[in-house]
DNA sequence: ATGTCTCTACTATAGAGA
């Protein structure tokens, strides 16, 4: 089984990239996140000619995540128990979306940057990573084969982003938010790029800004989390960074994950 | 710290978020 998570940046600009990567790589399951545009304007069917279903949790202009599958399955939960939704919103945030195929299940997320709305915008990244801990041990106690997929927001190590590619109290790398990814694996959960690489610079995602992948000034916050049984079965991770260098990329890569 | 990109809004530029 081939499994692959990507930060888009808005699906509708990428439709094209998307297509042809599929095309390219085939794989069973691609987790999409910052679609950026409501559940009626994600292009569905552009990718149901290539064999993909597509189950859509959208939001207007911000976050949202998808999931597109060749494999059947069905939708166990589109947002994290227990969350509240932020002050003057309606709902919660389009950041979770839960499917199950035969054997696993697959949470794919857009965790909160943390870095936008002062302090409290960091505490609701912290809830926000907290009510994820809940839910994975939630269905790692029921025994179920869990794959977490997608952007954290959370680079865990400082191999894990370029030096002096943030400030040292950036969301992304401060240490409450590293100490929550750390919990994750404390669950059981095995982080698959690490797993096959454990050290050294690793990064799927490199701003726009300052020429950053040009020089290699990268990040990695997008991950994918593997349960025991899961973890023993893989046989490849890597990162997609052809797809960073095409024309009007996205700023993150594909990080893709092969189980046998 | 921000040189870029994407979104939205009193359609055209500026603010927000990443």
Redesign the pocket.
Known sequence: MKLATW?V??????VGQVQSWLSREAPDVLILQ?L???AR?FPELDFASLGYRAEILGQ????GVAVLSRLPFEVRARALPGLTPPPGAEAVDARYLEIALPQLVIGGLYA??????GIE?FRRKLSWLDALIARAKTLLAADIPLILAG?F?VCPDDDDLAP????PD?ALVRPESRARFRTLLWLGLTDALRALTPEGPIYTFW?????AFAAD?GLRIDHVLLSPTLAERLVAAQVDRAARAAE????HAPVVVTLD
């Not at 940046?9 to 990428?14: A, F, G």
């Not at 207007?60 to 976050?63: E, G, H, L, M, P």
């Not at 909160?112 to 709305?117: E, R, V, Y």
């Not at 002096?164 to 400030?167: E, I, K, T, Y």
């Open positions: 930060n940046n808005s699906v509708r600009k990428r910052e950026k545009c409501e304007d207007k202009a911000y976050n909160p940057n943390g870095n936008s709305g915008g952007d927001n002096g590619a943030l400030a950036d701003d726009y800004q300052a020429g000034r009007q990329p996205s700023d």
